[in-house]
């Protein structure tokens, strides 16, 4: 793991599928203040690697809404549809883990082996010695290690969570590093962009949770490091559901910023003191970070 005595380096890297929402803010907040509790930087990257789900505008949308809520990011603004030969590189450098997949989604559903915890099939192997006759690929995905074999038990400290474990043979499964529709897949295109930007902490929502697993593999077969981990709770919509744009998520409130981030806060578990400006309230947030995890 990463030494906390070490340059800090955080990120906030929202997908441009809408504007900021609460849960969102939440997100983006937990990273902030964690930066700035460090003394470190806080960069912002555009996850636009799915094209199908960009929405024109939100980026700028995105843009301002940071500015509003006092929020100013480090370094240039990186956008994920710009950097695919770094990820084409990367996948190269996997060469003799990936393998190319026919399955489709309802075969694999079909196999049985049940789903991951974030809702993913978990892949039976069925294309590991080849695409069967009369199948075309579809996808590439990357062979994870068997049960007992070497890297196969992911072991992590989650700064929120405490120690965490995920077991990729019998959790996952091979997954995929790029799609039926020619993207690269998340999980790749990510663990590259951090670990190119320098990223030394992850903070996010645990809505992303199992994905730490996969990509510490990658970080490991890459010859990466690793940076340390924190995942905050998600904020759910009334139905119990994350608020999501696909779950009905307004966007912020940008005529009364104070409102929306002291909402945020709360639901981080801060107690602050109510401050006149934003600046007042970003300081008193972030003395109230530190003193429950930096010490």
């Not at 109510?274 to 309230?281: K, R, S």
């Amino acid at each position: 793991m990463t030494n906390t005595k070490m340059k800090y380096i955080g990120r906030f890297a929202p997908s441009p599928s809408g504007p900021l929402h609460a849960g969102s803010l939440v997100a983006a907040m937990a990273s902030y203040l964690d930066a700035k509790a460090h003394q470190g930087q806080w960069l912002v990257r555009i996850e636009d690697i799915d094209e199908t789900r960009t929405v024109a505008d939100a980026t700028a949308a995105i843009m301002e809404a940071l500015t509003v809520f006092g929020m100013q990011h480090d370094g240039e603004v990186v956008v994920q549809s710009e950097r695919k030969d770094l990820y084409q590189a990367a996948f190269t450098r996997l060469n003799g883990l990936v393998y190319p997949c026919g399955c489709t989604r309802r075969e694999i559903a079909d196999s049985r082996l049940g789903v991951a915890a974030d809702g993913a099939a978990i892949y039976p192997g069925t294309c590991r010695d080849g695409v069967a006759p009369g199948k075309t690929a579809r996808t590439w995905r990357v062979r994870v290690p068997d049960a007992n074999e070497a890297n196969e038990t992911i072991d992590f400290n989650d700064r929120w969570l405490g120690p965490l474990t995920q077991h990729l043979s019998t959790e996952v499964g091979d997954f995929v590093l790029k799609r039926a529709d020619g993207f690269w897949a998340y999980q790749l295109a990510v663990v590259v962009d951090d670990a190119e930007q320098g990223v030394t902490h992850i903070v996010r929502g645990t809505d992303l949770l199992e994905s730490t697993g996969r990509q510490i593999y990658l970080q490991r077969m890459l010859g990466y490091p690793t940076p340390e981990y924190m995942h905050v709770p998600v904020v759910l919509n009334d139905v119990g559901e994350k608020l999501s744009k696909q779950t009905g998520a307004l966007a912020l409130d940008l005529a009364h910023p104070m409102d929306e981030l002291i909402k945020a806060a709360a639901f981080l578990e801060l107690k602050i003191a109510p401050a006149a400006t934003i600046e007042g309230f970003w300081s008193a947030a972030t003395a109230a970070w530190a003193q429950r995890f930096c010490n």
